[in-house]
């Protein structure tokens, strides 16, 4: 692309020598650019993908040093309203006795599945308090007793962690930690011991370690032996027990262990010992059952054969066959009322039975909720027995102090005080009807009053014998109908799947973890690339100084390592980029100003390249048959002659020193054609001052009359001042930043010196420039 623009200078802010850039945007206004974004990235991509690896690399580690969760369910069919064998049999002493109904709330079983007691019944089928584990490259998995090559056999030590670490055959090192019950303190001991032997620390443990198998080399186990309470609380944080459909009565019990095999035999155990104590339950029932009509069936059998033999003997005393019709008759309808009045009596004693079970939280799960078919108090107890359950849950994380605790041991004493007044009412009723039932007693027995009294003596015998051989028969009828009640128990409940072995872990989820992981690394490389850039003072990218520069860039130069060694030799290579990036800035500046040809290069302070730059950009105005001269300005610190391998002893600095009129003497030839160094010279005293003098006026006319272009390298313009005068005469001024050393700031002094100090024609040339940045900048010069 050629250039287009003609009759500018290197002074004007919006020219662009070819680039095709806007002009440049003031330093304060801060726009959000998209292209220095992604080259941000672009520059810093081995931050992110090294950040991102070590994110990867600790998931990774993460996931070896973490032992795989598995996860195994059972479900459950629950009977919400399960009716009894004897469901048929409406009387009170069935409903009293629970018989009837064993009504059944899915959130309550859930509990009870769920709690520490019933845990603890699974945990007498599943060992889960005798743990081993073996560590071996650095992971640390438990394993199954007859998966370990040691058995302990352990008398006392319950809490201690005991490790072992095989020496050979027969012996081991042993290390026992442990917390001292009353003070906490954490102790060990460690010793070497043998199989087979018994090890006892008085006070502390005592056991015998056994050798059962080959021991892998560089593996070591550790055992534990917890109580059995500790366990279940332990288990029940991994165990959840869930309704997964609301309108069915379905529960699933799930259990998450390390151990896939352990885990599926657990849930097993739990959900048999579960329906195993519901039989027991009803079991219990019918017995107190059984138990209340034995001794009823006791005494009354005592009484029904008493009034037997009285009757009999009165009849062959008496030689009295039978009664009357009309005695019969009203015998009959007393019969009637006595019995009637006789199991109110029963029921009278069944209520003060339950009364008892009420404040007994043990026997209130056999009260059924269907007594004396009352709907009110059914509901209520059904709902006392899911505050005891709460409670105890509760009592398994806190304890009797905690308010929560306190507040739903209120609600259960409330509730039980509801229930007792509920029982005292339905008692109140059962008073009354025993009252009406004995006006009519009384009535029946006046009228019997009238008889004989021979007949009179015989109805009452009669009377009595019926009455207790009725209640007999009431009695044997019932015991056999509970004896064949409980016979014929089975389990409301079913299982509908067992549990199954799982395959595959629930967690942790290795592709989810990576994925996360890298992710992760991704966007915090990527803010620590930013982050970096935003605590970074220095330039890392032409597109930071093309965003940053208050004057234009005039080139680039890309990175030579040793450069300082190589001194000049480096453009002898035609075609090498260093070469190339001095010819577009040569082409540059012949184009705007082909006639000026007196330059400087400075920079903000020393080591940004200026010297090196000064000296190159000479070399290529020699070589193309332009005689040219560079000149040392900067005599506080001069480099030039090294450069160019000539001697420093005598120079600019001593010419304007003593106004001395011969200046060839300080002009040296080069090894390149049309190229003279005039070195700095002897460092002096006041380099400003000499700089200022009226001497070098004449030395400015002399090498600006015999060459065609002059350079002068300056002092840096950030540390000193010196060169301000040579500045501000020069044609054109270059100033030199070096990416990854000049600082942002350094950007001030520039736009001061073209601001404020009245410095025109100058350019930006960026220094330290990788390759690949250095050829999208400086072939768009001029391509």
Known sequence: MPLNQSNSNLGNPHFSYGYGYPPYPPMEEEEI?????????????WWIVAVTLLTIGGAGAYLYFTSPVYQTSATLEVTSNTKSPLSGANDLLSQGMGLLTIPTDIGTEMAIIQSRSMIERALKLVDFTHRYYQISHFQKREILPYQSPIEVVIEEGQKLLFTIEPLNKREFILEVEGNDPETGEKWEIRRKEKFGDEIVEKGKFKLVILRTGEIPPDTKYQFQWLPVVDTALALQKNLSVTQPSKGANIIEVSFQDTIPQRGAQFVNTLVQVYLKERIKQKTQQADQTLQFIDSQLKEVSKKLAESETALENYKKNNKVVDLSFKAQETLKKLNDVETQYNQLILQEELLNMIIKKLHSPHSITSISTDVIQDPLLGNMIGELQKLLLKKEQLLMEYTPQHPAVIQIEKQI??????????????????????????KLIDQYTALLKNLPKNERRLVDLKRNYMINEKIYSYLLEKRAATAIARSSIISDNRIIDTALVPQTPVKPKKRLILAVAGITGVILGIFLVFLKEFLNTKITSLEEVERLSPIPIVGSIPVIKGLSKKGVSTLLSPNSPFMEAFRVIRANIQFLSPKKRVITVTSTIEGEGKSTISSHLALVYALANKKCVVVNLDMRKPTLHKIFNIPNDYGISDVLANNEGNLERIIHKTQFPNLFVVPSGTIPPNPGELLESPHMEKVWDYLTSNFEVVIFDTPPVGLVIDALEILAKADINLHVVRLNYSKKEFFKTIGDLKENKGIKGMGLVVNGVKNRQGYKYSYGYYS
């Open 413 to 438: 004493k409330m509730l039980q005080s509801m229930i007792a007044n509920r029982l005292r009412t339905i008692k109140k009723i059962l008073e009354s009807k025993k009252a009406s039932l004995k």
């Open 33 to 45: 650019d998209l292209k220095e974004i992604f080259s941000t990235l672009k520059r810093n991509i």
